[in-house]
């Protein structure tokens, strides 16, 4: 009486649906086995002698008013059903098939994603450990660049004060030549005075020789003769 009153509500909403186009789905309803027939009614030839609940058809043809329906299998095979065995929506059979292989594929998804998450878990703990040392090295690096460049500043500092100390000799080289020239030139000078000196005297001595003979006072020849 139930299955009944089920299929008679399902017939009356399936009737209040106008006809639908071509390949439209419909489904077995909770029967245990709907013939499909070559013709609309029961007296003509069955094709298949029963689809069991939750089958999927294409809608090839609708005839409401005769209470029939041209469908196709997904094998090929196409035939006539009574419309109040088809629903728009895949039966609690089906539906609970197709439950029950989502949470599985999800189980499966689950259990891959775990293994994924405890991967990654390890691949962050590994990596988490290499920045540590990184920050380390990094650390350890620039201390020693702190101290590269207070030595590089130190010796920098040194170079220069070397530079000028090079410049300054060099300064005091150019002045200890000038000053040894300018003795050799005063040297050279107050021997060659000397000797201008020498030779005046010596010219001054040989023209005194030879001029006293004639500076010498002559004798009167009065005072002879007397």
């Given at each position: ?84 065995y088809l629903v728009s929506d895949p039966v609690a059979k089906l539906k609970l098939e197709q439950a029950e292989a ?125």
């Open positions: 009486m139930k299955k009944l009153l089920c299929g008679l509500i399902a017939a009356t909403l399936l009737n209040a649906v106008p006809a639908t186009a071509a390949a439209e789905t419909r489904y077995i309803t909770d029967q245990l086995h709907v013939p499909m027939r070559a013709g609309k009614g029961n007296g003509f030839r069955i094709l298949h002698r029963g689809l069991p609940s939750g089958t999927q058809l294409s809608v090839l043809e609708d005839a409401p008013q005769e209470g029939w329906t041209r469908v196709r299998t997904q094998g090929g095979t196409e035939g006539w059903v009574r419309r109040q989502n949470l599985a594929r999800f189980e499966k998804m689950e259990g891959n994603l775990g293994g994924e998450v405890r991967r990654l878990e390890e691949e962050n703990s590994k990596l988490s450990s290499s920045l540590e040392s990184a920050q380390q090295q990094s650390q350890t690096l620039a201390a020693e660049l702190k101290t590269l460049k207070a030595l590089s500043a130190d010796a920098l500092a040194l170079n220069e004060r070397h530079q000028k100390l090079l410049h300054q000799h060099e300064l005091l080289k150019q002045e200890k030549t000038m000053a040894e020239a300018e003795i050799q030139r005063l040297s050279g000078s107050e021997s060659h005075k000397w000797y201008m000196y020498g030779a005046l005297s010596v010219l001054l001595g040989a023209l005194l020789a030879m001029i006293a003979p004639h500076l010498r006072p002559r004798k009167r020849h009065s005072e002879w003769a007397n």
